[in-house]
C-alpha cells in the first residue's frame, strides 16, 4: 500500500499537546492493523537538543541509534511499538546545515540558493526518507501556526498535498478552545484565528482537535466547524483528562480513527484496545500509593524529566500502585538537611544530569538512602554521585570527586574514556545510544532482566574508574553489569540493602505502560514494601530471600486491606 499522511500542526498557544495527539493517533491505527511512523520537524536552529538547557526544552530523548532528541519521540515510543530514531526528528538547523553543505559542494550547479525550493525540497525528502516501508506516516510540525520559525516546514508540508495527492495526505489542527469564568462561555475565537492563519498559509484542515477543560457541546462544534471551513463532526473534543494515556479511548470514542481512515481511504481492521483498556483501569484503580522523591536541579519544570516520571508511573502500573511524585531540589538539601525533605519518601531516586550544582544535596540524599535503609535508584549521573558517597563514607576516600566537577584530587573515582579527553564539541560527543550490558549471575540485575545481556540507552562521558573496582568489592559493592568490550561498569548493587542500585545508562527510555522496565516495576515494588513495614510496624528480616520477602509482602498488603 502506498504510505499515506497525517500533518499535526498547532495553534493559539504552545504546550497544547500536539505530541500527545499524533502519539494517540498512531496508538490508534496501529490498533487497527497498520503499520506507523512518527516523525517530529522542530523549528528552532539547534542541530539538535542536546546542548539546550532541560529547564527551557524539557528533556532530551536519546534513541537506539544515538540521536538526541525532542521529548515527543518519547511519547511516540510509549504510544506505539515503533522504534524511534535519527530520522524521526530532524530540525531547521539540520536543514540548513544540509542545504548549505550541499552549496558548498557545488550540488546546485551554481543556482542561487532558496528557501523555495531548496529548504522545502530537503524537508519534504526527509520527510519521505523517513515515512519508508510504512503504511502511515504521521507528521508533527513543532512551534505554533504564525511563528516565523515554522514556515519553511509548513509550506513544505503544503506542496506534499499537490505532490502527493489529497487522498494521500492529510492535516490536523491542535487549537485551545478556553471557558472564560466571568462570562461563564467557552470561546471559539481563538480557534477561528488559528485556523484563518493556517489557511492564509495555504492549509485546509480536515480534523481540529480542541484542547478545552471540559465538553464542546454540538452548537459549538457546528459554529466551529462553519467558521474553519470543516464539518462538525471532525471537530473533535480534546478534554482534559487525568492520565495521558486515556487520550486514545476518547479519541476513539469520538470516532477519530473511523473518520481518519475514510478520510484517507484506508481499508484496515477493527480496533484492537483491549489490553489498553486494562492497563488504563490499572492505572487509574490502583490498590497502593508510594511516594517517590526525586532528588535533582531541574525540579521547577517536571518535563525535564519526562520519561523517567513515565516509567515510574508504568512501575506503578505494574504493582497496582500510585506513584506519588515528591520532586526535591538538592540545593534545598543542602540548606536544610535530609530529614526536612525526605522523611515521607518511600524510595528515592537521583536522576542523570551534568554539572557539580546540587551535587552535595544529591550525596547527602543517597547516604541518607542507604544508611536509612530506603530504596535507592541511580541513573547515570545518579550512579555517578552514589559511587562518590560510597568512595567517601564507605571506602575511606573523602577526597573522592567526578573529573567533570574540575576539582584537583588523587582520586577522581569518576573519570573520562582516554577517546573522550580529545573531544573539543559539545554537542553528540557522549556515549549515545544503545550498548550493550552484560550481567553477572545471581544478582538483582540478572534476575530481574532474566537475561544475561541486555541492551540501553546512554547519554554521558564520564565513567566508573575501573581502578576503584576492587577497592568497592572489598566494602560489600557488586559490579553486576559490564559493557564488556571496554570493560566499562554499567550497574552496581548493594546488597546489603534492601534495594539499592544504579546504572550508568537511562532505562526510562525502554520503558513502556503496557511493558514496563523491570528495574523501574521492581524499584516501585521495593518502595511498596516499605510503604508497608512502615504502616504494619514489620520489618522483613535479612536473612530473607527476595522471594520470601515478596511472600510476605503479599500476606502484609492483604492484612492491610482488610484493616
Not at 106 to 111: H, P
Not at 341 to 347: E, F, P, R, S
Amino acid at each position: 500500500m502506498k504510505t499515506k499522511f497525517i500533518f499535526i500542526t498547532g495553534g493559539v498557544i504552545s504546550s497544547l499537546g500536539k505530541g500527545l495527539s499524533a502519539s494517540s493517533i498512531g496508538c490508534l491505527m496501529e490498533s487497527r492493523g497498520l503499520k506507523v511512523n512518527l516523525i517530529k520537524l522542530d523549528p528552532y536552529i539547534n542541530v539538535d537538543p542536546g546542548t539546550m538547557n532541560p529547564l527551557q526544552h524539557g528533556e532530551v530523548y536519546v534513541t537506539d541509534d544515538g540521536a538526541e532528541t525532542d521529548l515527543d519521540l518519547g511519547h511516540y515510543e510509549r504510544f506505539t511499538s515503533i522504534r524511534v530514531g535519527k530520522k524521526n526528528n530532524f530540525t531547521t538547523g539540520q536543514i540548513y546545515e544540509s542545504v548549505i553543505t550541499k552549496e558548498r559542494q557545488g550540488k546546485y550547479l551554481g543556482g542561487t540558493v532558496q528557501v523555495i525550493p531548496h529548504i522545502t525540497n530537503e524537508i519534504k525528502q526527509n520527510i519521505l526518507d523517513a515515512s519508508q516501508g510504512c503504511d502511515l506516516a504521521i507528521v508533527e510540525v513543532g512551534g505554533t501556526v504564525g511563528d516565523i520559525e515554522s514556515l519553511p516546514f509548513l509550506e513544505a508540508i503544503r506542496q506534499m498535498n499537490v505532490d502527493l495527492g489529497r487522498e494521500n495526505t492529510s492535516y490536523i489542527h491542535v487549537t485551545l478552545v478556553p471557558f472564560i469564568h466571568t462570562s461563564g462561555e467557552l470561546k471559539t475565537k481563538p480557534t477561528q484565528h488559528s485556523v484563518k492563519t493556517l489557511r492564509e498559509i495555504g492549509i485546509q484542515p480536515d480534523f481540529l482537535l480542541c484542547r478545552t477543560d471540559r465538553e464542546i457541546s454540538q452548537d459549538i462544534k457546528s459554529k466551529i466547524g462553519l467558521f474553519c471551513n470543516v464539518q462538525a463532526d471532525a471537530v473533535i473534543t480534546a478534554r482534559d483528562l487525568s492520565h495521558i494515556y486515556e487520550v486514545p479511548l476518547a479519541f476513539h470514542e469520538q470516532g477519530l480513527d473511523d473518520k481518519i481512515a475514510e478520510r484517507l481511504n484506508i481499508w484496515t481492521g477493527a480496533p484492537k484496545l483491549d489490553r489498553w483498556k486494562k492497563m488504563v483501569s490499572n492505572l487509574k484503580n490502583p490498590k497502593h500509593e508510594v511516594t517517590i522523591a526525586i532528588v535533582g536541579k531541574y525540579v521547577d519544570l517536571t518535563d525535564s524529566y519526562k520519561s523517567l516520571n513515565e516509567a515510574l508511573t508504568h512501575g506503578g502500573i505494574a504493582n497496582s500502585t500510585k506513584v506519588k511524585l515528591l520532586f526535591v531540589d538538592a540545593e534545598e538539601i543542602e540548606k536544610e538537611g535530609t530529614e526536612a525533605h525526605l522523611k515521607t519518601a518511600d524510595g528515592i531516586l537521583v536522576p542523570g544530569g551534568f554539572g557539580n550544582r546540587g551535587t552535595l544535596g544529591k550525596m547527602q540524599a543517597i547516604q541518607y538512602a542507604r544508611t536509612k535503609q530506603i530504596p535507592f535508584f541511580g541513573i547515570c549521573f545518579g550512579m555517578q554521585i552514589a559511587a562518590l558517597e560510597f568512595a567517601r563514607n564507605v571506602c575511606g576516600l573523602k577526597d573522592a570527586e567526578s573529573r567533570e566537577f574540575d576539582r584537583s584530587t588523587k582520586n577522581y573515582v569518576i573519570d573520562l574514556m582516554e577517546e573522550q579527553k580529545s573531544v573539543s564539541q559539545k554537542g553528540g560527543t557522549m556515549r549515545l545510544g544503545s550498548y550493550l550490558c552484560t550481567l553477572k549471575p545471581k544478582t538483582l540485575a540478572k534476575t530481574l532482566y532474566k537475561s544475561s545481556q541486555v541492551a540501553e540507552r546512554h547519554r554521558h562521558r564520564y565513567e566508573f574508574n575501573n581502578k576503584y573496582r576492587e577497592l568497592f568489592e572489598k566494602k560489600g559493592m557488586v559490579f553486576s553489569g559490564v559493557y564488556e568490550e571496554k570493560n566499562l561498569v554499567e550497574i552496581m548493587e548493594y546488597p546489603d540493602h534492601p534495594w539499592f542500585l544504579g546504572c550508568q545508562f537511562h532505562p526510562e527510555f525502554k520503558s513502556r505502560p503496557l511493558a514496563p522496565h523491570p528495574l523501574f516495576s521492581d524499584f516501585i515494588g521495593a518502595s511498596l514494601r516499605a510503604s508497608l513495614e512502615k504502616k504494619t510496624k514489620v520489618a522483613p528480616k535479612k536473612s530473607q530471600t527476595r522471594a520470601s520477602q515478596k511472600k510476605d509482602l503479599k500476606i502484609r498488603v492483604e492484612q492491610y486491606a482488610v484493616a
